[in-house]
């Protein structure tokens, strides 16, 4: 129960334990520190009970219940054998279900707090046994040497695993789905880059700095937007961004204004700019916007927080016209738009994608794999899914039919 408690026993816990105060989960913390040692202690403790119960019940036990089988008229030949075999088949018995078994299933259950009680003890044990346990850690070792095992190997935890981990406080009641799903959400977003963050171009809503009074007033009547892109000469050159509520009392007033002066600044980010990197950007941004270029200086989209926010726990529609990422059809089938995020998609089919990729939709992950622009109704085998493109928007991919290839 000690050796399982203290190796299963997480350390973060313990640590915060130990913070608080636990001297049990600082002695636990130490013991798990040095494995060789702790367990050199517990090796001591198994091995001299197992002498002890096989010397107490083969000379003790044995002999008293072979004598009781004696005096019952068993005869002397029969009874010696008898008796010590009972005695050690019960032994054993025991020494699995109350020795084995049940405490570790105890220090499976629990194993911080049994990790915290059992610590103080196995202490005392390692210093009073110290040369012998040194010699066995010096002999453990020495074997793991010559057998090339002698690195210690750091315990990285991946992203797998913490899905699993989220999994299965998800499946025992101690996280609902709504929180897992916003913890997946905040995974992929930081492995996102600027690209599958943004806003596409074609899809913002911007102004001309050029335009006149009236003109800006029916945009920003039909707009509906609280920040807005504004563009001078070239739609590649914005100047800054317009926050709707800057204009609303001169114009209000019927007074005049100079829209450059009504500008906020908004910082400019490159498309492949890992997502951590963008939200600092964007902390620190006075118009709450950052305007997303290519190496070339074209003008790719805008990061606002409700892009974020959205990455992160969904989409949040403006209207019922809007269309979604996916739709579940009667058959089972998927309906996905080329616009979704290729790691949301992933997610949904369980696939495994390319960590280092140059796409961030699925339409740019159905183009990879063809290697070409497909045509209407092309057919992409992919593990045990077949992804249909249904309708192309020009040169992109709009609409795809994702659906098991056993349907």
């Excluded at 072979?66 to 018995?93: F, K, N, R, W």
């Excluded at 495994?352 to 992950?365: K, L, M, N």
Aim: include cysteine; charge should be negative.
């Amino acid at each position: 129960m000690s050796e399982l408690a203290v190796v299963s026993a997480r350390p973060a816990r313990l640590q915060v334990l130990a913070d608080r105060g636990s001297k049990g989960a600082a002695t636990a913390i130490s013991l798990a520190k040095d494995p060789g040692r702790f367990l050199s202690s517990v090796q001591i403790g198994i091995t001299l009970v197992g002498v002890l119960a096989g010397a107490f019940s083969g000379a003790t036990l044995g002999a008293r219940l072979s004598a009781i089988l004696i005096e019952v008229g068993l005869s002397e030949g029969i009874a010696l054998p008898l008796g010590v075999g009972l005695v050690v088949v019960a032994i054993t018995y025991l020494s699995l279900i109350v020795g084995e078994l049940v405490p570790k299933q105890i220090a499976l259950r629990n194993p911080e707090q049994v990790a915290i009680r059992v610590a103080p003890m196995m202490r005392i044990i390692a210093r009073f046994a110290f040369p012998l346990i040194w010699m066995l850690d010096r002999s453990g070792k020495l074997v793991l040497r010559l057998l090339r095992q002698s690195r210690t190997q750091d315990r990285h935890v991946s992203d797998e695993e913490v899905r699993l981990i989220v999994a299965e406080a998800e499946s025992t009641g101690a996280m609902n789905p709504a929180e897992s799903q916003m913890i997946a959400g905040v995974m992929r977003v930081a492995d996102r880059s600027a690209r599958g963050l943004m806003t596409p171009r074609h899809e913002v809503e911007m102004l001309d700095v050029a335009c006149s009074r009236a003109d800006l007033m029916r945009q920003l009547k039909d707009h509906h937007r609280s920040r807005l892109p504004v563009w001078e000469k070239d739609p590649h050159n914005i100047i800054g961004v317009l926050a709707t509520g800057d204009i609303l009392a001169p114009a209000l007033m019927n007074e005049p204004f100079d829209l450059h002066e009504l500008l906020r600044e908004a910082p400019v980010v490159r498309d492949e700019q890992s997502a951590l990197d963008v939200i600092d950007r964007l902390r620190m941004a006075p118009a709450h916007m950052v305007l997303v270029y290519d190496d070339y200086g074209h003008f790719e989209g805008i990061i606002t927080p409700m892009d974020l926010l959205e990455a992160i726990t969904g989409d949040f529609p403006d209207s019922e016209t809007d269309e979604p990422k996916v739709v579940i059809r009667a058959d089972g089938s998927y309906l996905v738009a080329g616009w979704m995020p290729v790691d949301e998609f992933a997610d949904l089919l369980s696939l495994e994608i390319d960590t280092d990729r140059g796409y961030e939709t699925v339409a740019g992950f159905v183009l990879e794999k063809i290697g070409r622009l497909p045509e209407v109704s092309e057919h992409l085998a992919l593990l045990n899914w077949s992804i249909e493109v249904v309708d192309m928007d020009g040169r992109r991919i709009d609409k795809l039919l994702v659906k098991r290839v056993d349907q």
